[in-house]
């Protein structure tokens, strides 16, 4: 019989519908998944993998948890959805801007790239500004002006400008390397007065897992109150990641806007911008910037978010999840130093970075660069093998849920051990 990814691929380009799920950045075959439980994925053979891809982050509480089940079962009784504003949207609203207290207003959407991408046209719209500053090696998404040197899978597929950029939009996004002041301020010298935005992953997770200095956040907002640039924070994978506030809860800095998605679904598609009440009025209705959206704030997403919502402001979530986090990294790292395998981790919160690499300070986009990827790669399938579900990409960050055990962690170390002895 054909393969399921032969038939995938017959229909689909590459047999995937987003691209790192294709394995390119490890070699081989993608498993194809059909149920999940708690910590664990397994595919259509039945085979059980301890997940740490986490459906690329929103999967906090793990698979099929019963709070969001149970949310979605009780919509789905009342409406899958009306395209008219509905309560759900109000509470999710005050929701977020009670977590996050430098949002005063917010507006949902569909998916991280719709964030980005409105969040940008709406500080183009504010500042009356064309041009952007990213940063070398962050993801915002697949929308124009952001795939200009971007990471993720636009990186794992060696492909950072994408062909199908024009130049015309390429020329406005000026891409900065992540944590070096000296190189911010020129820029800032150059282009600061002509500059709408700067857009940061406060700690990337698509380049492995770096986060920011904080010195560097302190620059950049300097900077930006200094030449009136709006600062926005991607928080779409930090946010309710590295702490309930995501990256705000651990930084003094606060951004103007902050781009949200993942974990406020709870599995289903959604994204959400938002921020200070001056520059969201600009957004239609409101003001002259336009953005709207057929199934934005749709009440299946709703109910499942604010289900998530509620169970991750319970006392001791995140202690928890840190706590297994470091469990994890620290045992995979004896086994490294154990086995003579060259090894840097990086954590924050829930999310981690695992590099071959002896570097032990990995803060730029060009140290990631130099990490042993064909070692990643070996690792990577030895790892699935043994029924460990990582990132297929050396270049994306790992996450821990709520539903992993500490027997899990352990059977991931000692998975990790006898991969490390077959790297030799
Ligand atoms: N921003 C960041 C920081 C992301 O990690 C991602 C996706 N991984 C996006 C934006 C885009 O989100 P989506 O895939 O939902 O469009």
Redesign the pocket.
């Known amino acids: 019989m054909t393969s399921l990814i032969d038939q995938a691929r017959q229909y689909i380009p590459g047999g995937v519908n987003s691209p790192v799920r294709a394995f390119n950045g490890v070699g081989g075959d993608p498993i194809f998944l059909s149920k999940g439980e708690g910590s664990k994925v397994f595919d259509t053979d039945g085979k059980g993998y301890i997940d740490y891809v986490q459906s690329?982050g929103p999967m906090i509480l793990g698979q099929q948890a019963p709070e969001i089940v149970e949310a979605l079962q009780h919509q789905i009784t009342q409406s899958i959805g009306f395209g008219a504003p509905t309560e759900l949207e109000i509470q999710m609203a005050k929701t977020i801007c009670e977590i996050f207290p430098s949002i005063e207003q917010v507006r949902m959407v569909n998916?991280?790239?719709e964030a980005?991408m409105s969040a940008i046209r709406l500080a183009r719209g504010f500042t009356g500004r064309d041009k952007i500053l990213k940063f070398e090696g962050c993801?915002?998404?697949?929308s124009d002006s952001l795939l200009v040197k971007a990471g993720?899978g636009a990186l794992t597929l060696g492909v950072p400008t994408s062909p199908g950029v024009s130049e015309a939009i390429a020329k406005d996004t000026l891409t900065f390397e992540y944590n070096n002041i000296e190189h911010i301020k020129e820029g800032f010298a150059k282009y600061g007065s002509e500059l709408a935005c700067v857009i940061i992953?406060p700690i990337a997770?698509?380049m492995n897992l770096v986060p920011a200095t904080e010195d560097f956040l302190q620059a950049l907002r300097i900077l930006c109150d200094e030449h009136k640039v709006v600062l926005i924070f991607?928080e779409?994978?930090s946010g309710f990641r590295a702490s309930l506030q995501g990256v705000q809860g651990i930084t003094e800095v606060k951004p103007d806007l902050t781009?949200l998605?993942k974990v406020i679904g709870g599995g289903l598609p959604v994204?959400a911008f938002g921020g200070r009440k001056d520059i969201m009025q600009f957004i239609a209705p409101c003001g002259p910037v336009y953005q709207a959206g057929t199934l934005s704030g749709n009440p299946l997403a709703m109910s499942a978010g604010l289900a998530m919502l509620k169970a991750i402001q319970k006392p001791g979530f995140y202690e928890n999840l840190t706590d297994k986090t470091q469990y994890l990294l620290s045992g995979i790292q004896k086994a490294a130093d154990k086995a003579n395998i060259e090894l840097t981790t990086n954590q924050r919160g829930s999310m981690f970075g695992i590099f071959f690499s002896s570097e032990s300070n990995l803060d730029c986009f060009a140290k990631v660069m130099q990490c042993n990827q064909e070692r990643f790669k070996a690792f990577f399938h030895h790892m699935l093998d043994e029924g460990i579900y990582l990132a297929p990409s050396a270049f994306e960050a790992g996450f821990m849920s709520a539903a992993h055990s500490y027997a899990d962690l352990d059977e991931t170390i000692a998975a990790a051990s006898r991969s490390f002895a077959k790297l030799k």
């Open positions: 690329w998916s991280g790239t980005t993801y915002h998404g697949h993720s992953e997770g698509n991607d779409v994978m781009c998605g994204g």
